[in-house]
T-cell receptor, first 113, second 110 residues
Framework: ETGVTQTPRHLVMGMTNKKSLKCEQH?????MYWYKQSAKKPLELMFV???????ENNSVPSRFSPECPNSSHLFLHLHTLQPEDSALYLC????????????FGPGTRLTVT | RKEVEQDPGPFNVPEGATVAFNCTYS??????FFWYRQDCRKEPKLLMS???SGNEDGRFTAQLNRASQYISLLIRDSKLSDSATYLC???????????FGSGTKLNVKP
């Protein structure tokens, strides 16, 4: 499989549930990103990992917990979410050099009930 | 002030029209520039990188004006399938410093 894949594509969860989003990139990149896109809003950067180390955390609430076990995989662990967390969660990867373009996965559409 | 600003549109144009979008950026240290296309409820997809000398890919032409700090995208002979939101993206010379515009919506009508 090529490119960036994400699972699940759709997720409905209650506020007390715990779930995880998974991202895998097959591009040989060494930087991975989580973005949130709410309806009619621009992309919001959540986390950046390079070589499995988190290098950016954009003031994201602790109910979102990222994990990067290796340069190909990225997880976003979710717990006790709020309805306003409902959004499209996008994973991206790039080569961690100056200016390398990002490639996005298809996203997980999350609904919190 | 936002790092990247775009006119949200929508731009409503007939098939076959030529349409141009501009995007301004605030940081003069910006190194790399891109246009992405995002269809409704889908992920952004890289349309083209923008080089200092300008570049063309079929019906699409991208230009960079460093002095005025803007980039442009020109679409010639618009197709119905060009209807989407076009995102301007700027990188400040570091892999963790990508800034996205809020997008310009294009509707191409028959």
């Amino acid at each position: 499989e090529t490119g960036v894949t994400q699972t699940p594509r759709h997720l409905v969860m209650g506020m007390t549930n715990k779930k995880s989003l998974k991202c895998e990139q097959h591009l040989g990149h060494n930087a991975m990103y989580w973005y949130k896109q709410s309806a009619k809003k621009p992309l919001e950067l959540m986390f950046v990992y390079s070589l499995e180390e988190r290098v950016e955390n954009n003031s994201v609430p602790s109910r979102f917990s990222p994990e990067c076990p290796n340069s190909s995989h990225l997880f976003l662990h979710l717990h006790t979410l709020q309805p306003e967390d409902s959004a499209l969660y996008l994973c991206a990867s790039s080569q961690a050099r100056r200016g390398g373009e990002q490639y996005f996965g298809p996203g997980t559409r999350l609904t919190v009930t | 002030r936002k790092e990247v600003e775009q006119d949200p549109g929508p731009f409503n144009v007939p098939e076959g029209a030529t349409v141009a979008f501009n995007c301004t950026y605030s940081n003069s240290a910006s190194q790399s520039f891109f246009w992405y296309r995002q269809d409704c409820r889908k992920e952004p997809k890289l349309l083209m990188s923008v080089y200092s000398s300008g570049n063309e890919d079929g019906r699409f032409t991208a230009q960079l004006n460093r002095a005025s700090q803007y980039i442009s995208l020109l679409i010639r002979d618009s197709k119905l399938s060009d209807s989407a939101t076009y995102l301007c993206v700027v990188n400040i010379g570091n892999f963790n410093k990508f800034y996205f515009g809020s997008g310009t919506k294009l509707n191409v009508k028959p």
